[in-house]
């Protein structure tokens, strides 16, 4: 059973480009989460999702980003108009239920940067 | 004040040391508390979780919780250069993972 996968693991935009970052739950799984890890900090929620709903996006900044989670296919967070800030590790995790500290497991990222 | 703090470290140990790892919360509330580890370029895998108070032990790791003083820690025993990693204490209110607060993350160097 694959783990949970993220593509691309490294992506280099310029300033004002668009990042589209991918992530494919553990199979089973229809519950994924978006998280930001910029240097020296924790990781900070982003965006819950199940298939074709995002039920919390309460971390996520009001303007660029934008996630979803279609029915067939990854899940995709977008930025739009990239800047140096939006330089971070960017990490999914999924789950097959939405309660459990057990059972989320976190894919191995992409690191994003912004020139 | 951050709502959760963990020093950054690096702490760098000898083989077969003991190592303790410590985070301090503000928010009362939590009751959900988690350790993970995570290997350079790689994500977060869980360690250990408890819930509420009390300790926790699994092998060589020992997870201690105490609300009263809202501090948490996770003890290492006889470390081996393959716990060398970032370890992030993390905690939640609800057993829910978007409510997940994490801490910055220890570096951990265990010497041969």
């Known amino acids: 059973n694959a783990g949970v996968m993220q593509n691309p693991r490294h992506l280099v935009r310029r300033r004002g480009q668009e990042a589209r970052l991918r992530c494919s739950p553990m199979?089973?799984?229809?519950?994924v989460y978006w998280y930001r890890q910029l240097p020296e900090e924790g990781l900070k929620f982003m965006v819950y999702?199940?298939?074709?709903?995002?039920?919390?996006e309460s971390g996520m900044p009001k303007e660029r980003f934008s996630a979803e989670f279609p029915k067939e296919g990854p899940s995709i967070l977008r930025i739009q108009q990239v800047v140096r800030g939006d330089s971070a590790a960017y990490f999914c995790?999924?789950?097959?239920?939405?309660?459990?500290?057990?059972?989320?497991?976190f894919g191995p990222g992409t690191r994003l940067l912004v020139l | 004040q951050k709502e959760v703090e963990q020093d950054p470290g690096p702490l760098s140990v000898p083989e077969g040391a003991i190592v303790s790892l410590n985070c301090t919360y503000s928010n009362s509330a939590f009751q959900y508390f988690m350790w993970y580890r995570q290997y350079s370029r790689k994500g977060p895998e869980l360690l250990m979780y408890t819930y509420s108070s009390g300790n926790k032990e699994d092998g060589r790791f020992t997870a201690q919780v105490d609300k009263s003083s809202k501090y948490i820690s996770l003890f290492i025993r006889d470390s081996q250069p393959s716990d060398s990693a970032t370890y992030l204490c993390a905690m939640s209110v609800g057993n829910y993972g978007q409510n997940f607060v994490f801490g910055p993350g220890t570096r951990l160097s265990v010497l041969p």
């Open positions: 999702l199940q298939k074709e709903n995002i039920i919390d």
């Open positions: 995790a999924s789950s097959p239920q939405p309660q459990g500290v057990e059972t989320q497991y």
């Open positions: 199979k089973g799984h229809s519950h």
